[in-house]
């Protein structure tokens, strides 16, 4: 066999040149969960995500148009959610009747609510629809039910079109599903329900910090009018009144209140 020409060898030295790897150590890879075991017609794993009220995972098998969820404490024995028991299609309605068509994206709101996006074909023409499960499995379609092609009209979701082509995301901070609309290069908005964004429930720790906020904030106000007590004499006239206003038009007048205790009380509010 001959030797590679000496050439070849110059013409890939700026190319193995050109790699710049820095091989962080320090983490592992172990197997999660093995559904090998389980029957050919089981779940065929495309996408994995958190469900932050279950605590659990929600599982889409594309391929079989289905959703799972998987306890964190199982993880080999998932548990289908919708979908998957009959051909890949349309259909809304309990856990049985819910049909996907072979969806490659998903997302999951604060409420556990599943959104799931895939094309739909519509005498010939693709577009994208936006479905919904809820944690009991009933499923729904909250956008372009009533679309009939592609496009990128927005407005009420039923009428809005979407390239077939496009992805979910969950945005919390604005209570939306984002979706790249990648046929019309474009990030669509759909803005969800309060309930549907409702965060899980406050921490201890939260609550907490904002009483000693409350605390600390009286406990400043009450010394800085206490101090500023020397610094107005009593006939000091109009000069704090416009900052005031807002405050003293909330609480009933008291003629007898000297200037500093005017002062503490707008302290006290303003916390
Ligand atoms: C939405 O589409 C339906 C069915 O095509 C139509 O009857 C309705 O007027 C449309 N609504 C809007 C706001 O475009």
Redesign the pocket.
Known sequence: MAAAHPLAILLLLPLLAAANLVLEDGYTVTTFSDLNPLPASGPHPYAVLPRPRAGDLLLLDSAGSALYTLALSSPGDPRGLAGGKRDAGFNDGGPGDAAFDRPRSVAVDGADNVYVAHRVRVAGQLHGVVRKVSPNGYTTTIAGG???GPGHRD??A??ATFSPDFELAYVPKICALLVADRGNRMIRQINLKPEDCAREKQSGLGTTSVSVIAILCALVGSIIGFLARHFYPVNAGNLHQPLFQQDTEAIPENPEEGDSDQLLRHKKRSC
């Open positions: 009533l679309s009939s407005g009420p039923q009428n």
